[in-house]
């Protein structure tokens, strides 16, 4: 990488930026996911252990669990160290002192994969009532007044979204298989119910200094783009006016070029709403594992690939993560048993890529 455009990136990527015609309206904020680590390094609480150490590397922006869901509810993503309350609201679940603790922290935006209580995440897949809908509708709802009253002396910003639902639309990791029609009906009404739970309740709140918004998360978007394979971008995202769009960007991974086209891609299809109006699109996860290369080009891919999210214009970038959550053997203990999605290296030592939050 040369010198000059390494310097430009640790401070803020103003080089890229203006070296292109129309520069984005808002500044790409960088942010980092914590969500399911599979280490800790203190006896705080993990959820709080992993946001002080982000902040401390320097990110404002962080995404975190915050569900109740039966496949990955919140306590079994942040066991350690942690004595979780039984509750059964998601408003109830972001009352509890982890989660007050965590939004009583210094970062401008929280993102926040959520699911209710009782059930497993893509439950509508299968079936997906006029009860169920109404029910999705009342939980979110509740969640985001919670949110707004609690927080309404702050700046603060709370996105809820789901998670990578192009799996969720198949009920499978195997990208050849098709969604069915009702499939993408049911999650057409999904997304559309958890909208409007959080839409009404912010009417609610003219005033306030907290802001709540919702978005839907797509993954499979090269295959919908290339192939014209059914997915959420292309089969639901027309249909619901979500407030911004989330793309975990692992199909475009080792393509500055296809990430940009992707996102482009999904900004076509989006719905445009206010207040992002075209910069509604923001990159939910994104990264290279040292499994797959040395920590020098994860670093200079990482780097490129939120070039171009800056060059898009998308409010968020979510570096995926700050813990790594996959092993490669059964028992990982040290490195070389992880597959690298990292911050923070079980040994303790720090990513290149920690540079970028400078």
Not at 81 to 91: G, I
Not at 240 to 264: C, G, I, M, N, R
């Amino acid at each position: 990488m040369p010198r000059s455009l390494f310097i430009a990136l640790l401070a803020g990527l103003p080089f890229l930026v203006g070296a292109r015609a129309s520069p984005p309206a808002k500044r790409t904020q960088l942010g980092v996911a914590h969500i399911g680590g599979l280490y800790s390094f203190s006896e705080t609480d993990y959820l709080n252990e992993g946001a002080a150490t982000a902040h401390a590397i320097g990110a404002k922006c962080i995404k975190v669990s915050l569900s109740l869901d039966t496949d990955n509810p919140s306590p079994k993503l942040y066991p350690f160290h942690s004595q979780w309350p039984t509750v059964a609201t998601l408003e109830a679940l972001a009352d509890t002192p982890y989660y007050r603790a965590l939004f009583a922290r210094e970062f401008d935006t929280f993102i926040l994969t959520a699911f209710g209580p009782g059930r497993s995440a893509g439950y509508w897949r299968d079936s997906f009532s006029a009860e169920d809908e109404q029910a999705e509708e009342r939980s979110f709802a509740s969640l985001t007044r919670h949110l707004l009253r609690t927080y309404a002396q702050t700046r603060k910003t709370f996105i809820i979204q789901n998670w990578e639902g192009d799996w969720a639309l198949r009920g499978s990791f195997d990208p050849a298989t098709k969604p069915t029609p009702a499939a993408t009906s049911a999650m057409i009404r999904w997304l559309a119910a958890r909208q409007r739970g959080v839409a009404r309740a912010r009417a609610e709140f003219a005033t306030g200094g907290a802001r709540v918004f919702h978005a839907c998360e797509v993954n499979l978007v090269r295959q919908a783009q290339v192939q014209g394979a059914p997915g959420v971008t292309t089969d639901v995202l027309p249909h619901v006016p979500v407030d911004l769009v989330s793309y975990s960007a692992w199909d475009t991974k080792d393509s500055p070029t296809q990430f940009a086209e992707a996102l482009a891609f999904i900004a076509k299809h989006k719905c445009r709403t206010e207040p992002f109006g075209e910069h509604g699109v923001y990159v939910g996860e994104f990264g290279l594992p040292e499994s797959e290369a040395s920590p020098q080009l994860a670093f200079e891919r990482t780097a490129a690939l939120l070039a171009e999210a800056q060059r898009f214009g998308c409010p968020y970038a979510i570096y995926w993560q700050l813990y790594c959550n996959e092993p490669t053997v059964p028992l990982p203990k040290v490195n070389a048993d992880y597959k690298g999605f990292w911050l923070v290296r079980p040994d303790g030592t720090r990513s290149l890529v920690c540079q970028l939050f400078r």
